[in-house]
């Protein structure tokens, strides 16, 4: 329980970031997440999984990036292909990809920060609520299809001593 109290107040003090420190920590998780999951595969030699990430990454920019030229909205910054959110759809890949290979606590951290991505889209105004949604949708649909359940891991989030970090362990 102190673990969650630790991980909610560090939460809650993102969002009282100025822009521009919200949009880098955006910019970071964006790439942070997916990269964690696909690290995951890489670190536990997980083909299956590994295979999996290829799949779900790839019909998550393929559909984003299709829908962003195709529909080409009005970003609120006055910018071009708001619609959907690919910072979004990208960190909601990476953290339902945790969730469907390695389960839903371990997934927890990657959500927040996926949901910090969102958020932090919509607060730089570099997209509208539904872009973000949208991306979410995509991003977590394009996982959900692709990911079947790998059952030899143990996956901690560890917070002690100020530290913060995930534990992995193996199983034979």
Known sequence: MKKI???LVFSLNLF?????????IGDILQVAIP??????????????????????????????YG????????????????????????SFQGATFIYKRYGLKYAIPAYLGATFVGYSRVKVKAH???DVV??????????????TKYKNLEVK???????YGIELIKKW
Do not use: C, Q, W
């Open 5 to 7: 109290g630790i991980l």
């Open 16 to 24: 009282a970031l100025n822009n521009n420190s919200i949009a880098k």
């Open 35 to 64: 990269s964690i999951a696909y690290g995951t595969t890489l670190y536990l030699k997980d083909k299956k999984g590994e295979i999996e990430f290829y799949k779900s990454f790839a019909t998550n920019e393929i559909i984003t």
């Open 157 to 163: 989030p560890v917070v002690m001593n100020n530290r």
């Open 128 to 130: 509208y609520t539904i």
């Open 67 to 90: 829908l962003k030229y195709s529909v080409n909205k009005k970003r609120p910054n006055g910018g071009k292909h708001s619609f959907p959110s690919g910072h979004t759809s990208a």
């Open 134 to 147: 949208a991306g979410a949708v995509i991003g977590s649909l394009s996982s959900y299809y692709f990911t």
